[in-house]
């Protein structure tokens, strides 16, 4: 029976699983491989793992997909009006 999953596939790329059986306390340590997101608008590969749940992940718009940094700057900057009446 799992107990409980600390997931840090956005930085490290580790998966780490508690597990219970016959009384005992076990643990699993998996290394996913590397897939991170590609930037929508520019095609650079970000810093974001794949299985990152988008509730915790950088610069993602939603119905949009995942933009690197310097693509959701230029997209929503503070010159960006529609973006700034969105957030009021």
């Known amino acids: ?5 600390i997931d840090l596939q956005g930085k490290s790329g580790l998966v780490i699983k508690f597990y219970q ?9 998996q290394r996913l ?7 929508v608008s520019c095609g650079v590969i970000t810093d974001i793992h794949k ?3 988008v509730n915790y992940r950088f610069y993602y718009v939603e ?3 995942q933009l690197c940094k310097k693509c959701f700057d230029r ?3 503070d010159e960006d ?5 969105y957030l009021d």
């Open 1 to 5: 029976m799992i107990l409980f999953i």
């Open 21 to 29: 059986r016959n009384g005992l306390l076990q643990i699993k340590i």
């Open 33 to 39: 491989p590397k897939m991170n997101e590609k930037c």
């Open 51 to 53: 299985n990152t749940d």
């Open 63 to 65: 119905g949009g997909g």
């Open 75 to 77: 997209v929503f900057s």
């Open 81 to 85: 009006q529609e973006f700034n009446d």
